[in-house]
């Protein structure tokens, strides 16, 4: 039976390709000429990835985490992986530091609201959910093409990509 699964994960190589070329850049700019402000990527497990920005004032805050997102853009991973909803944290003296979390892998809610969106369709596609991956089954190789466009049209805030399609 022809089949997809339907992940959130971002190019880890070009996402710590577009750290070291932010970093490369911070260090030439002359507006962070002797300031701390630089970008971090912290593996601690396959699902919990953070970048961390540092900075000197919320002005430079802001001004890495703009060359971070070009970066971003010129390597195609898309910026809606990071989360920048949290608030600085202050360090010792004037530096401050950002944890912005990583999006990897398809939570139990985004599950169940993909799971709904196909149910709701009308589409002759079944739905399971599977560790961190939405596993899409159907008979016909245009149902689940219907239904990838579907998802990619409904869930414009989530960068899903569609791995291991069977026909």
Not at 92 to 114: F, H, N, Q
Not at 123 to 150: C, I, T
């Amino acid at each position: 039976m022809p089949s997809f699964d339907t992940v959130i994960e971002p190019d880890l190589v070009e996402l710590r390709n577009a750290v070291e070329q932010a970093n490369k850049e911070i260090g030439t700019r002359f507006d962070f000429k002797g300031s701390s402000a630089l970008t971090e990527l912290a593996d601690r497990s396959a699902k919990d990835r953070e970048l961390t920005l540092y900075a000197d004032s919320d002005f430079q805050l802001q001004q890495v985490r703009d060359v971070l997102l070009a970066r971003l853009a010129k390597r195609s991973v898309d910026s809606r992986f990071l989360d920048f909803s949290g608030t600085p944290q202050k360090l010792g003296g004037d530096r401050l530091k950002l944890a912005v979390p990583v999006k990897s892998g398809v939570d139990v809610e985004t599950g169940k609201k993909i799971q709904g969106l196909l149910k709701a369709s009308r589409f002759k596609v079944q739905a399971q959910f599977q560790g961190d991956a939405v596993r899409v089954s159907g008979a016909k190789r245009d149902e689940l093409q219907a239904a990838m466009a579907l998802l990619r049209k409904e869930l414009p805030e989530l960068p899903l990509s569609f791995d291991n399609f069977r026909a």
